[in-house]
């Protein structure tokens, strides 16, 4: 996920740890190291990553850190799509990471939120990623309702997780399936909280599953994706200057 933010801060090395293929085309690379930068950063925010190759360190890359602002290490969930972000999955154990952050303020406020509405993208879950997994760390007790746009079933990752946390959390999984006529043989016993639509996320869907149009509205995707679902939320009576959003980009 690459964020429109400046970059703030001085680079250190972290090593690769390993790197784990979430999908066909989304990989997390996790990091090993310290820095007491890091260890102070909040769910839903990036880092500009170098990597090192045999010909030197790579152009720097902004993506998002999915892991909770807990965890000791760093991780970065990363679709591929690019010549670098296809790559990632090739990286070997051990190759050298200049991280240069902290950096951004999406979801800077979302502990304080007593009802919050999280809507995604494609790899645009990976702040939310961040915040469910904080979230899940703390024992927070946020109303949250995650609402997750995918083409089909196979681009979904992190499905058991997600799930889990919608028993642990008072959170609803809302999966928007844009290419599947009858994505709710996707459901599984245990999971009263997670559910399965066809079609684009729209108003109908909002309203179905009781979007509260005072909640903390945080919405991270494509472009196009964002503009779709502003309108739609404001025809709930969402302000769409209320919605707090990340503008992302592969390369």
Sequence with gaps: MAAE?????????????????????????????????????????????????PEGWSEPHPFTISCAPEADYLQFTIKAAGAFTSSVRNIEPGTPVKCLGPNGTFCRDIDDRPSVVLIAGGVGITPFLSVLRHFHAKGASNEVMLFWSNKTFEDVFCLEEISGMSNALNLKVVHNLSREDDPKRHLRGGYPNVVFESGRLDAGVLSRYGVNPKAAF??????????????????????????????????
């Design 5 to 53: 933010r400046p970059d703030t801060g001085g680079e250190v090395i972290w090593r690769v740890s390993r790197i784990q293929p979430e999908n066909h085309d989304v990989t997390s690379m996790f990091l090993e190291g310290k820095d007491a930068k890091f260890a102070a950063r909040r769910a839903g925010q990036y880092a500009v990553i170098r990597v090192m190759r």
């Design 218 to 251: 945080y919405l991270c995707g494509p472009p196009p994706m964002m503009d779709s679902v502003l309108q739609e939320l404001s025809t709930l009576g969402v302000d769409p200057e209320a919605v707090e959003r990340e503008k992302f980009s592969w390369k």
